[in-house]
Structure formats: C-alpha cells, structure tokens
C-alpha cells in the first residue's frame, strides 16, 4: 500500500514540462473580477442603520471597471489581437452573481472593452429606405410620436449591447460555493469562532483593535473578528467615496494595513479555514474551470474566447486558496514574518476591481497546451509555486486530487436538488475522494 501511494505521489509529481511564453498561442482568457466600488452600508459606523442604496455600485465603482475594460481592451483585443475589436457573440460569455453591484460591474468592464460606436451598424438601406422596421407598435396617450435617432448605430452614441448572464442566488455553486449553496457553512462558521486558531489570531491583532476602537470611539468589548469585519467592511467602502473618517485613522498608514489583514483573516478564517472547507467551497468554481478549457482544447469548432465572471471579494479569495495563491496560514505567517522561505503568499485584502485571469496557451513547437494565471496583472508561481505555467494535463490532475466529489452531501443539499443542476455541477469524472487524495493534495496547484 505504501508503494502504491508513493507511485501515484511520482506520478503526479513528475517533471513539470517547460514552457517558453514567446513560442505560444494564446487561445483563451477566464477572467474573475471582484465588482466596483459600492455605496457603503451606513453614513457611519453604525451597523444597525441602513444608508439609502447601501451595496450598490457607485460611481467610483462604475469608473473602475470601465477602467479595468480598457485595460483588457488594450492587453487581449488591441495587443494580444486574442478577442475581436468588434464584439462577436460566438467568442464571449459572461456571467454575474444575481447582485445588482455585480451585474451592473460587468456593463461597466464591458464598455471599457467594447467602448461605444465599436459595434455594428444599421444597413443604409433600411436607414434610408425602410425606417418603417426600426418603428415600434405603440400609441401614445396624447397621440403624440417618439422620433427615431438618426445615426447609423442602433442604440444612441453607438452603446454596445452585450449579454450578461446570472444563475440565481441559491443555485450559484460556481460563484457562490461558499454561501447559500452549501447549508453545511451554517455549522463550519460557528465551529470556526470556537477554534483556537480564530482566539489566537484575534490575541495577536488585540494591540490593533484597542487603538481602533478608541479612534472610533468604539467600546472594544464589543469587538471580534465579525463586528471589527463589519466596520471596516463600512470604512473601506467609505474611503472610495472620498468620506471624511478620524485623522488618526487616515495618517497611520500602519494601522489602516493591519486591520485590512484582520479584514481579510476573517473571511478566511469564517469560509475557508479547515481542509475540508477549502476544498468543498471551490470544488464547483474548479471543475467548471476546467470543463471550460477542456471544451475550448477539445472542440475545434469552440470559438470562445473570453469567458467573464463578476463577482465578489469571497469569491476571488475562494479561488486564490483554491489555487494555492493564499490561506490564512500564510495571510498570519506574513503577518507574524514567520513565512517560511521561497513561500508565496497574497496577503493582501482583494480590493474593489480586483481580477484573476486563466490564460490558456498552446506551445508553437510541441503543440501542449498550458496555462498561466494572473492575479491584477501579476503572473503568479502555480503548480508548487516553482513555475508561472502549468501544463494543462497536469492542471487537470490537480484539481482532481484536490476537490470533493460528493459537494452536494458534504454541504447538506437536499434530494430534491433538481438533476439538472446536479449534473451541470457534477464532479464524477474526477477522482474519488480517498485518504491517497488527501495525502496528493498536500502538493496542491
């Protein structure tokens, strides 16, 4: 038995193959994005009042993104030439978690890379010939008419209709694996407070959290890593919108940074703090992932190539775990300066706009298909964290030796979960959960 499990640790170990990024293709993007800049959820820190708005996206917000669409206009559509410079139904899907900052987050991206008067336009002869098609049936109470623009774009100042898609809140495995998807949270977050982990960490950052509270004139009994969560969640939030907060507070830059890490430890520690957790949340995003570049390898006749999804800062650090790119051991080890050396570790809070991109790419001389992951525009170290590509093959084995293959049962699902949405986020083409997949996973992505 011993043998056997050192040979599959070989196998699946093997000699990465080596990749030279000038002598690819690229084929395919997947671009995760965090949403815009939202209206805070109070005008102060008070957790019980409501703001008007609250949770949507500002303007701020709006911006970013538009930004963040001309960038990717500028590095996949005007350089990489990957993406057509006029939107082509047949290469794009993009997707939304059912919010509306997400959802109006991806209009905006899309703006950015398809900006106005970029799309098609009306025939000349239906515009001067056969107006009497673009009319609708409707009549106006005062009996009154609407005239018709007159330029060749069919929606003014040439604005570019794109689709965007959203799979409602509870269904939303793939975005949402942490949430309402899976019941069995309601029991993994109230075990996670009560660990020791959760009571050291909050130890640690005590000094912090008293100088917070007497700068906020908060009573720090009443603060633990959820309540000091959800005033930062305000204050973050209150900072884009260039909201005046103590000077005490804005002038310790320090300061600002360690609570933001405290900010970004409570999400992990509530979400993804035990192996299981990490495994079973990310479970439908990896599987998708890799159905979707399976797809695109397999089918000559796929001509996607931009396959888009806004959704929120648990869901980018849900896939940066996932993908071995953080974790709250190595969030408090840098933290603590006790990471080990040579380990990577995104750290950092997922600020508003920010995105994780897949690329895939085919070498020119051997034809093997390989990714490369960007987190805001960083090539990232995957597989081990010794290379920044990773043969796709062997991307595919990864995230089979890592993910659950029974999401619904560990999460609590029950069986009258329709079999549609069973099978659109089925797992059985992986391999089976084992103790030998528990012992390959520590080698993880």
């Known amino acids: 038995m011993k043998q056997y499990i050192i040979s599959l640790l070989i196998v ?11 002598n690819s293709d690229l084929k395919m993007i997947v671009t995760l994005h965090r949403h815009g800049a939202r209206i805070p959820s109070s005008n102060a820190l008070n957790l019980k009042d409501k703001a008007p708005n609250s949770g949507e996206l500002s303007v701020v917000g709006q911006r970013q993104l538009f930004y963040l669409g001309q960038i990717l206009k500028k590095e996949y559509i005007d350089g990489a030439k990957l993406l057509s410079a006029k939107y082509d139904a047949s290469e794009i899907y993009y997707r939304s978690t059912d919010f509306n900052r997400t959802i109006m987050s991806a209009q905006c991206l899309l703006a950015g890379l398809y900006p106005a008067q970029s799309g098609d336009q009306i025939p000349d002869d239906i515009l001067t010939n056969r107006q009497d098609l673009l009319n609708i049936n409707f009549k106006l109470r005062d009996s009154s008419t609407v005239p018709q623009i ?15 898609h959203v799979v409602e809140r509870p269904r939303d495995k793939i975005l949402l694996g942490y949430g309402d998807t899976c019941p069995q949270e309601e029991i993994w977050n109230p075990e996670n407070q009560k660990s020791d982990e959760w009571k050291r960490i909050t130890q640690e950052f005590q000094p912090q959290i008293n100088k917070f509270a007497k700068i906020f004139n908060l009573d720090v009994s009443t603060l633990d890593l959820f309540t000091v969560y959800n005033y930062m969640d305000i204050i973050i939030a209150q900072q884009y919108q260039n909201m005046p907060l103590p000077a005490d507070y804005t002038n310790d830059a320090q300061l600002q940074e360690d609570m933001e890490v405290l900010y970004n430890l409570r999400i992990h520690l509530s979400l993804y703090k035990t192996p299981l957790q990490k495994k079973t949340t990310v479970t439908p995003f990896l599987n998708n992932l890799v159905q979707v570049l399976s ?27 996932g993908l071995n790119l953080t974790s709250w051991e190595c969030i408090e080890q840098t933290y603590m300066k006790t990471l080990p050396a040579g380990t990577f570790c995104n750290y950092k809070p997922t600020r508003y706009g920010a995105n994780l991109i897949v690329e895939l790419r085919q070498d020119k001389t051997s034809s093997k298909n390989f990714i490369m992951i960007r987190y805001n525009g960083e090539y990232q170290k995957i597989c081990d964290q010794t ?22 049962e560990i999460c609590g699902l029950t069986s009258t979960t329709s079999s549609n949405e069973k099978s659109a986020y089925s797992s059985s083409n992986y391999l089976k959960y084992s103790i030998i997949a528990v012992i390959i996973s520590a080698f993880l992505l």
């Open 295 to 321: 797809d695109k390898v397999s089918n000559p006749k796929n001509n996607q190539k931009g396959y888009f999804l806004s959704a929120h800062d648990t869901t980018v650090n849900m896939v940066l775990q």
């Open 150 to 164: 007159t330029e060749k774009y069919p929606v003014q100042n040439g604005y570019q209709s794109i689709p965007i």
């Open 12 to 22: 699946s170990l093997a000699i990465a193959q080596t990749f030279d990024v000038n």
């Open 387 to 408: 290379t920044q590509y990773c043969d796709l093959d062997e991307f595919k084995n990864r995230v089979a030796n890592f993910v659950v293959p029974n999401y619904d």
